[in-house]
Structures are given as C-alpha cells and as structure tokens.
C-alpha cells in the first residue's frame, strides 16, 4: 500500500499461489496440503520438511538440529493454523499492481516450490527479471549462498530513480445508505474511518474509505452501522488498484459495484461479529444489522 517507501523487490523461491490450480499446475492438491499439515502436527519438534527444503543438508546431524530448533523457536506447534492459511494466498490478480524495480531469484530443481512458479511471478510484474540458480535447495540459507548474494548485491546496486505511483494496491470500503448521507453520519463515518487508520474519501451516492486490509474496513461498516442505528446499510469490499489522490481506480468502481442496492445485501452482520460471504477472490459483500 506505501509504493512510494519501496526502492525494489526481491523474491527467492516464491510463488503467486500456493495451491494448485487449472491454469496454476504446480502447487500441492489441497489433500496433499491436508497430508504435510498432519505430517506437520505429528512430527513437531523435529525436523520436519527438511528434505524438501534443503536437501543437501537434510542428512547432515547438526543442521537437522538447527532446522528443528528454528522451527520451535519460530512457532508453535498451533503454526499448522497459519500454514492452513498460508495455502488459501493467492495474488496471481495484483501482481500487475507493482511497479517497482523487480527481481526474482529461483532454484532450478526446487523441491518446494518449482522453478516454474518463480518464471510465472516474473512474467506477471512488469519489468521483473528473473534469474535461475542451480541447486536443489528451496531454503536460501542453504547450498550455494554466495550465489543468491552476489544476485542481489548486482541488483541492488544500480542506480535507480524513483518515481511517483499514481496507483497503489488497496482495500476500498463504500457504503451505501437507505436515504440521502447526513451530517451525523458522515461525523460517524469520519470518525470510525480514522479510528482504524483508514482514509476517507467523496463519492457519489455513499461513502468511501481506504484501508490497508480487508479486516479492517469490514469492521468499520459494522460499527458505522451500530453507530447510525440506519436499517438498511449495505457496503461493498474490494482489494485493488487505486488513485488516493483521485479517489478513482478499478478497485473503487468494483467497490461501487459490489455495494448492494439500498436496503438489500447478501450477509447480516450481527452484534460485534460478521459473517463474510465472498462473491469472488478478493471482493465481498456485507450488510448492516437492522434495528
């Protein structure tokens, strides 16, 4: 979301998605995914997934005895909740959205991630430059080192000029109302927009703000709406391009889309709790609680 804090982008053994898909044939099947996180459960405090990411170690005693004390040190054995996670990301739709200088570093014979998603990365940014690497090693602290280094060293090293995003990669909230926008609700909506460090903006017919997370501008639609006390508040969610100065973008006009028609939506929210129903990838729906 802050382009403009960002000089360049290097990725080692990354991807854009984590499982596989019908135009995305590398990643695990989600039973597979399902089998490591039981593998995961069952072999905690030990080396586990050592030999598909560094195989040219895997044998060695005293690097299995790091790897498990990383492991431990680094989480908890609750850490298969964030690899359940980890396996529903999918970014493969916002990669055209960096616009900084960009280099991706692979293994050619990667165990964990295939070279084939390191090629697929750099095709989508603009600009990137993708490098193969000889080794097997998916773990960039092991095998040849010096050659991922001396990469990086060369990449960051030229001179570069920075340049001004128009566009950065966002959540937008709008929210649409059964009458025509009070000042009380706009002091309402200003108020909870600012409260989780969003940024409001004009529009026509609702409201809108930017986030830097889905999370947060579904929880601000549910308090404007406990605030106003308004039947029929509906909001629109959608994570994408967008203009801050202009208050204009793809993501905005997909916002507007998504926001149901006055007094309709396809979720209730109620309470403190919201029960999110997803209408695509990175877009959803919600509605206000009535009183």
């Given amino acids: ?62 690097f299995r005895n790091w790897w498990a004390s990383y492991l431990r040190m680094g989480a908890s054995p609750a850490a298969v909740a964030f690899t359940v996670m980890n396996g529903e990301i999918d970014v493969r739709a916002v990669l055209p959205s960096v616009r900084v200088p960009t280099l991706v570093l692979h293994r050619s014979g990667d165990r964990c991630l295939h070279v084939e998603e390191g090629r697929y990365l750099a095709s989508r940014i603009t600009g990137a430059e993708f490098v193969e690497l000889p080794g097997d090693d998916h773990l960039p602290f092991a095998g040849d080192q010096d050659a991922i280094l001396s990469e990086v060293d060369r990449f960051l090293a030229r001179r570069r000029i920075r340049t001004s995003a128009e566009r950065v990669l966002a959540t937008v909230l709008t929210i649409s109302t059964p009458a025509p926008v009070s000042r009380n609700l706009r002091q309402i909506y200003a108020r909870e927009v600012e409260c989780y460090r969003g940024a409001a ?37 959608h994570i994408g391009e967008v203009d801050p100065a202009e208050g204009n973008g793809p993501s905005c006009r997909s916002a507007n889309v998504l926001r149901p028609p006055r007094g309709r939506a396809r979720c209730w929210c109620r309470g403190r709790s919201c029960t999110w129903c997803p209408d695509r990838a990175s877009s959803s729906t919600i509605a206000a609680p009535s009183r």
């Fill in 201 to 237: 903006f004009p529009t026509v017919g609702g409201l809108s703000a930017l986030f830097d997370g889905p999370a947060r501008a579904v929880q601000r639609a549910c308090a404007v709406a406990m605030a106003s006390g308004l039947r029929g508040i509906g909001a629109g969610v």
């Fill in 1 to 62: 979301m802050y382009p403009e804090k960002t000089e360049a982008l290097i990725m080692i053994g990354s991807y854009a998605r984590r499982l596989r898909d019908i135009d995305y044939p590398w990643g695990p099947t989600r039973s597979e995914r399902d089998v490591f996180c039981e593998r995961l459960l069952d072999e905690w405090g030990g080396p586990v997934g050592i030999e598909e990411r560094a195989p040219s170690v895997a044998h060695d005693p005293s």
